[in-house]
């Protein structure tokens, strides 16, 4: 009975009571007396939410205490909000998939499918249909930030060094930085771009160069979308607000706005 109330703890979550051998005796350390117990508790934390969040899967062994444990733990959920329910992730460091993370399935339905799809990535990648084409998220990331790329970036360089050198870009989901170099050098070069999603930054150079040393907010609701469409927003420490409602559509509808320390509001409904 005692066995059975253990385990019924453990399936909810609560680990207050349980002792370290109840938990996991095989996260003991011998050599730090009193950190056992919350390594191991830290541990049963995140077989409960694997259990919850199949795609929640990956956690770094040795969690030094329970902050650590729950600030993993929430960024793991805010990663499976993004890809959806059930959908898998990646987590790569210079183009290598991180310890103990889940290998990405490489075809049109999983992530990082095409020559060099994801060579030097650094972020994380949905298996929903994410960085498809040659070279689509090539160097995203490197010595910048991107966030989570979900069901975007298809085509040849679509997402090329989005948010590289020391550059950050937020999500970018929903079918967004579709076509080629669409998303390129986003948030590229010290520039702050938002999250990108809904169908935005859609066809060949969308969004090219958006935020490169300047600011943009969220794109989002089908905006940015044409040949060119938003080229240049934000460029050379600009500042733009957020661009949503199916704004700046067309051939090069948004080029040049806060070019060279400019400043432009938010852009919406057209």
């Known amino acids: 009975r005692q066995q059975q109330q253990q385990q019924q703890q453990l399936a909810a979550g609560d680990v207050s009571n349980l ?3 109840v938990l996991d005796g095989r996260t003991r350390r011998a050599n730090s007396p009193g950190t056992g117990t919350v390594v191991a508790a830290s541990k049963a934390l995140f077989k409960t939410l694997r259990k919850a969040h199949p795609a929640a899967h990956y956690y770094p ?3 030094a205490s329970d902050a650590e444990a729950e600030a993993i733990r929430s960024r793991h959920l805010a990663i499976a909000d993004v890809c959806g329910a059930g959908v898998g992730y990646t987590t790569y460091a210079d183009g290598v998939p991180v310890a103990d993370s889940i290998l990405c399935p490489e075809n049109e339905n999983g992530c990082c499918f095409g020559a060099n799809a994801c060579l030097a990535f650094s972020g994380t990648v949905c298996h929903n249909g994410a960085c498809i084409g040659v070279g689509a998220c ?9 966030g989570v790329i979900s069901a975007s970036c298809h085509d040849s360089y679509s997402c090329w060094k989005a948010g590289g050198e020391n550059g950050g870009v937020g999500n970018i989901s929903d079918d967004s930085c579709i076509g080629e170099y669409a998303c390129v050098q986003v948030g590229f070069n010290g520039g702050s771009v938002g999250d990108i999603s809904e169908g935005s930054c859609d066809s060949d150079f969308a969004c090219a160069y958006m935020g490169i040393g300047g600011n943009v907010d969220d794109i989002s609701g089908n905006s940015c979308v044409g040949d060119s469409a938003c080229n240049a927003v934000g460029q050379n420490g600009g500042s733009v607000g957020s661009i949503t409602s199916s704004s700046c559509v067309g051939s090069s ?3 040049n706005a806060a070019l060279t320390n400019g400043s432009v509001g938010g852009i919406s409904e057209g």
């Open 19 to 21: 002792s370290e051998a």
């Open 138 to 146: 090539r160097e995203a990331g490197a010595g910048g930030s991107v």
């Open 61 to 63: 062994p040795g969690l």
């Open 253 to 255: 509808a948004c080029q």
